[in-house]
């Protein structure tokens, strides 16, 4: 290489002759340089017009660049096996670690890899690998590169088991990015740097926590996911199942799933909108609509409650009567306006999360909670540039739709923050923050969720099975603990905030009856529970306003 000039005449007519005696290709006559001419310019097509194209090209290569620079290019370019183009890219995929670091061994590999990329990659053959290098290390020892010693101590190195698939979470957003800069700017001739909205130091806390807590769990589940979005919507973290190398189906984006309870927020923002209000009375008792008729977690009622009581403990019976006072129709429409971009199905059970949705666009559409207000499409993409630094995609700057208003926004905050403090979300709670948020749990147990927020990052998690089967987890347990666990991690250094939206102070509490003559709580003989009475928060005085 460091002597011809881009063609090496002798080989080619060594090639050729062999070739011709074996009656097939065999053996080929390109160099290096010639090698990188094709990678670059020109297809894989054997022709002799591309072979004549091929020298042209080569010869002017060596005339531009130096002998380094052309084999530089070549090794950032050429294909190392298992899906790894370029020695960087081949070095992470098999050893887990930049090319600058590898070892005499390692570097071996790398080199003897190029013969036979897929055949000799040690995630297809470490047997094969080790032996090719082997090759390798014996040719530099000859040339006198490596002395005895170096060539005994590298061979002795055991052979590299690389897994079959790149590992890593952070591998689920590189596929998404593939998959997105398709869609952004179209077909791409040259090399460009995409630049992305991930935190590496959240996703590696992301990968760990949801591996360790599934690897961990007792409630028979397989996979989890986690999304992490900022308030416009840059997703910081994005783990689509519990190892990538064993599975690269993205669970966080492709997968749709029953939210459960986690898409009641959005029939109480509707009914807010409606006229309702957190202080609202509501009965919590047997509901039937058509021939739906819904029950609570705990198979019990508790009488008159007031709307943000109702969202607190969750429970089934109001959200359904919440779906039937303002239509299952005005429900789907404020969920797709916060971002739900799943079709959702116009029936009263869509009170409980019966529509499927992914977890991506379900934190996205939380999001508008923890912003005040606004639209947040979940992306990854900020800036596509080239090697020189032209900006062929750039992500605007337009600020977003208003799609919630403040005052919904106000009220909804004040009652997610409850679930969190006081409700079925108390795992969740992180020290020293605001943090708002909803449990789902699937009927049937197949699917645990929670997704929140404070005003730094809104998170959502999903733990489940992919063969559909049955856990024992519901979203106020794992994914909860999950949810708090990554969320400290996020928080470290920020400056504590509020959650973005003001606030809402009800004008209704609730009591417990004091029965005047005994002095003692009043017992309600058909739930068995304190009875209670809504008095004013002012006054304190009793108050009708069942609704």
Known sequence: FYDHWGVDPIGITRAFMQNMAAGETVQGGSTLTQQLAKNV??????????????????????????????????????????????????????????????????????????????????????????????????????????????????????????????????????????????????DIDQDVIVETTIDLALEKKAEEVVRKTVDGASQNVSQGALVAVDGTGAIRALVGGRDYAQSQFNRAVDAKRQPGSTFKPFVYATALEKGWRPESIIDDAPVRIGNWSPQNYDNKFRGPVTVADALRQSLNTVAARLVDSAGADAVIETAHRMGIKSDLVDNASIALGTSEVSLVELTGAFTALANGGYRATPHLVNRVVTEQGKVVWERGAEVPPVVVSPEIVGMMNAMLTRVVSAGTGRRAAIDGWQAAGKTGTTQDFKDAWFVGYTANLTTGVWLGNDNDTKTTLSGGNVPAVIWSEFMVKAHEGKQVAPIPGGSYDGQIASQQVIDPATGQVVIDPATGQPQVQYVDATTGQPVQTTI
């Open 41 to 186: 310019f020109l297809n894989p097509d054997q022709t002799i017009r591309r072979k004549i194209q091929e020298a042209i090209l080569a010869l002017w290569l060596e005339q531009k660049f130096t002998k380094d620079q052309i084999l530089e290019m070549y090794l950032n370019r050429v294909y190392f096996g298992s899906g790894s183009t370029g020695v960087e890219a081949a070095s992470r995929r098999y050893f887990d670690k930049p090319a600058e670091e590898v070892n005499l061994g390692e570097a071996a590999l790398l080199a003897g890899l190029l013969k036979a990329p897929s055949r000799l990659s040690p995630a297809n053959d470490p047997a094969a690998a080790k032996a090719r290098a082997e090759v390798v290390l014996a040719a530099m020892r000859d040339e006198g590169f490596i002395s005895q010693t170096e060539y005994a101590d590298a061979k002795a190195q055991k052979p590299t088991n690389a897994k079959s698939y790149w590992t890593g979470g952070e591998h689920y957003a590189a596929d998404l990015v593939m998959r997105d800069i398709k869609q952004l700017v179209g």
